[in-house]
Nanobody
Framework: QVQLVESGGGLVQPGGSLRLSCAAS????????MGWFRQAPGKQRALVAG???????NYQDSVKGRFTISRDNAKNMVYLQMNSLKPEDTAVYYC?????????????WGRGTQVTVSS
């Protein structure tokens, strides 16, 4: 089993910044992909940013230039630096990691952390 614990959410004013962290622990062999998803009320959960084991990143168009994803492979952690936050960034943010297992890779989710952007 793999456990994920997110931290760093909260209330911030428009234009402000937050840094989310996610720590993975448990029976981890190799983490391939790490990512952050978000879900706003009434909307589907969607990928915000992802990063491969080799450091290749991808972002949702709406956050490009504002958010930066990074990972620490030695610590099994992934981060999301969020700058220039907008009210539409308000959502519950979830960490997801994909662990290499046999016969197929498995995905694990954190419980989520609330991010609220409001004045």
């Amino acid at each position: 089993q793999v456990q994920l614990v997110e931290s760093g959410g909260g209330l911030v004013q428009p234009g402000g910044s937050l840094r989310l962290s996610c720590a993975a622990s448990g029976s981890i062999s190799t983490i391939t992909h790490m990512g952050w998803f978000r879900q706003a009320p009434g909307k589907q959960r969607a990928l915000v940013a992802g990063i491969t084991s080799g450091g290749v990143t991808n972002y949702q168009d709406s956050v490009k230039g504002r958010f930066t994803i990074s990972r620490d492979n030695a610590k099994n952690m992934v981060y999301l630096q969020m700058n220039s936050l907008k009210p539409e960034d308000t959502a519950v943010y979830y960490c997801r990691v994909v662990v290499r297992t046999t016969p197929i890779d498995l995905a694990y989710w954190g419980r989520g952390t609330q991010v609220t952007v409001s004045s």
